[in-house]
């Protein structure tokens, strides 16, 4: 029996978002992938900054690095994309799911951006499809579509390792939430039970941790203890059961508080919009487009 390879894996915690950037690496060759980089942005000044992102430079440079892929599992709605910096900095690849042109679409509709905007993908390097295979160093790579948190949600199963980013969050925190425009529950449901089919000891590497109940903030289980752990899985929770439980918890949560702003930015690759006649970039807000169950406006505001 064939040994799967153990990526190393180096976790960067952005305590703002609650987000988990990865850097995974070949111990062989010193070859490595960035998985979903964060690029600050403070929305009460508007500005943006790149003390994450430039963390994990540092971290690359110290560990010898050389990275050859910045990958994103789907266009966040809660951090803005650093990809476009980091290719700039290293010159690798950037990379995201095929259907990421389907999410485009989506958005491009709801903040009007008129027939300037590409809808097809063509501000990443490589599109991937489901069940496409890559190389990091001796490392070898395949991707999984995992839609239901957004359209084009993918995940990368690297060696032994899973990145499953917004499927599954960690055992004590359950799933991620499906009511996003283009979300559905029911196709979460099946994301996460193609992860779940992964061989036991695969190690789950997830996108967000809010340290539930004040534990400090984790991000790496197994497959094995999400299957009897998670508290919205465990004991083989029914499709309909999952969906009923989804539903109900999403028509609880507030949007997140940056979704507006992220979004234009991270379905253009993580570009800002092109500057004005003044060199300075806008960004668009769609008004009273959404709601939320803490609305005080109520309807028809």
């Keep these: 029996m064939v040994k799967t390879a153990r990526p190393d894996v180096k976790g960067f915690y952005d305590e703002k978002t609650g987000s988990i950037q990865y850097v995974v690496s070949c111990p062989q060759t010193r070859k490595a992938a960035i998985i979903d ?47 476009p910096y980091l290719k700039e900095k290293l010159g690798a690849s950037t990379a995201i799911g095929e259907k990421v042109v389907e999410v485009q679409k989506l958005w491009k509709k709801i903040y009007n951006l008129g027939d300037g905007f590409a809808t097809d993908g063509s501000q990443w390097d490589r599109l991937f499809k489901d069940g496409d295979t890559f190389k990091i160093g001796e490392l070898d790579a395949r991707v999984m579509f995992s839609p239901g948190h957004t359209l084009a949600s993918i995940t990368y199963v690297i060696g032994d390792a899973a990145f499953v980013h917004d499927t599954m969050m960690m055992p ?93 930015v991270n379905i253009r690759g993580g570009l800002v919009p092109a500057p004005e006649g003044n060199d300075v970039s806008y960004l668009k807000i769609p008004l009273n487009q959404f709601a939320g169950p803490s609305d005080v406006c109520g309807e028809g505001t």
Excluded at 47 to 74: F, K, N, P, Q
Excluded at 174 to 181: I, M
Excluded at 189 to 218: C, E, N, W
């Design 172 to 264: 004590d925190s359950g799933t991620s939430r499906a009511d996003f425009p283009g979300g559905d529950a029911r196709a979460l449901y099946g994301s996460i039970q193609r992860i779940l089919a992964l061989p036991d000891d695969t190690r789950v590497f997830v996108g967000h941790d809010y340290g539930r109940d004040g534990r400090r903030p984790m991000w790496e289980s197994t497959v094995k203890q999400q299957r009897s752990a998670n508290i919205h899985l465990r004991g083989g929770t029914s499709e309909t059961e999952y969906v009923r439980l989804r539903e109900a918890r999403d028509a609880e949560l507030p949007l997140p508080h940056l979704m507006l702003a992220a979004l234009q």
């Design 37 to 83: 980089p964060v690029w600050d942005f403070d929305e009460k000044a508007a500005r943006t900054c790149t003390s994450h992102a430039d963390e994990i430079l540092a971290h690359v440079a110290s560990a010898g690095l050389d990275v050859v892929w910045i990958l994103d599992t789907h266009p966040h709605a809660d951090h803005f994309s650093a990809a």
